[in-house]
């Protein structure tokens, strides 16, 4: 039997500095793992909106002023597919205004992060900026003012970001050309702006804004100074360009006309997306055409959504609510109700108490 010398049988080998890789070791298997969460959420950052052109992931924007901040955008996530036409409406203040800033590169993120076209907009320099408002994004204002110059004529509007971009001159004079006769206002190139109509005028914005191919064009309540009948003739100008030059078009709007028009509709409150409303047209067999839309709450990376406002108070739901897992959908409960006569939100999921599919969730148990 061997003897035991400083805590170790005689004739077994010692390992010099085993001790130390050891405690190396386990110093380290902390820090791995965080480079471990690192990577993997890397990695989750890298494929969300892989296929979008436009993609927020968990976009913030606050403002300070006078020592007080203000939160613009508050993880707001929006995916966009190249080619989509999409409206986006809210209450003033929600930062649906905001959110065209920094996608047209006239304002920058405070956090998150935000791809439009393969640009990182984030990690962008005030060069990169002018050149990606030159190259990517066209933008047109709601005040007519603000889209064209005074001084010069329509067509000579739609040369001048052309000659910015080195364009030729004969290419330049033929795009622009073309680009007031698809908007309908060839007649109107060698006229001033003051010598336009409000909707001749934001016609002739749009054809400036697309005068350097862009792949997306944003539109700030483009029809909100116009007539309705002048506004349908706008928004059916931006329709035009959508289906012809497949040029994705963002549209900020009031106007439930124009929302209302588009497949996807985004509701913005308080600094997120909160719901999205998604349009399409069926027939019956009479061959008569009609639009069915379908009203969703957003549920975003993290598992939150937004409950609508007249939804949760005529249920006094605040600070708390009590969620239940039913085979369809979940029952969200106020936190000091009483569950409907034979149901509780304790007992286990039971189909035959829980509201049909068609029917929908009943008002006891909100929204989900």
Not at 128 to 138: A, E, L, P
């Amino acid at each position: 039997m061997s003897a035991i010398r400083g805590g170790k049988p005689e004739g077994m080998n010692a390992v010099p500095g085993a001790g130390a890789r050891g405690e190396a070791s386990a110093a380290t298997a902390p820090a791995a793992g965080i480079a471990e969460l690192g990577t993997e959420f890397e990695r989750s950052r890298a494929s969300y909106g892989a296929d979008a052109l436009i993609a927020c992931d968990r976009l913030v924007r606050i403002y300070a002023a006078e020592g007080v901040e203000v939160q613009a955008l508050q993880g707001l996530d929006l995916l966009i597919a190249e080619g989509e036409l999409t409206a986006v409406v809210g209450a003033s203040g929600s930062g649906k205004s905001t959110l065209m800033n920094i996608l047209a590169g006239l304002d920058a993120p405070t956090a998150g992060s935000v791809r439009v076209a393969g640009h990182d907009l984030a990690a962008m320099t005030a060069n990169d900026r002018v050149g990606y408002r030159r190259s990517t994004v066209g933008f047109v204002w709601q005040q007519t003012a603000r889209n064209l110059l005074p001084y010069l004529t329509a067509q000579q509007n739609v040369v001048m970001p052309m000659r910015f971009s080195g364009i030729p001159r004969r290419e330049r004079g033929g795009r622009a050309r073309d680009l007031l006769e698809m908007l309908s206002v060839g007649h109107c190139a060698d006229r001033r702006p003051a010598q336009l109509s409000g909707g001749e005028q934001q016609r002739t914005a749009i054809a400036t804004a697309l005068a350097n191919q862009p792949r997306v064009l944003l539109a700030d309540e483009p029809t909100g100074e116009l007539d309705s009948a002048t506004a349908r003739d706008v928004f059916g100008a931006l329709q035009s360009v959508n289906a012809s030059l497949g040029v994705t078009v963002l549209i900020v709007t009031h106007d439930p006309a124009v929302s209302e028009q588009v497949r996807r509709t985004i509701a913005i409150r308080d600094g997120r997306t909160a719901t999205e409303t998604l349009r399409h047209a069926t027939a019956d067999q009479e061959g008569n055409a009609t639009q069915h839309a379908v009203e969703y709450a957003v549920l975003d990376r993290a598992g939150r959504l937004q409950l609508p406002r007249e939804m949760v108070e005529p249920l006094g739901m605040r600070d708390r609510v009590r969620l239940q897992a039913e085979p369809d959908h979940i029952g969200v409960w106020p936190d000091d109700s009483r569950p409907p006569a034979g149901r509780s939100p304790d007992a286990g999921p039971s189909r035959d108490a829980g509201p049909s599919r068609d029917a929908g969730p009943s008002p006891a148990e909100g929204s989900a």
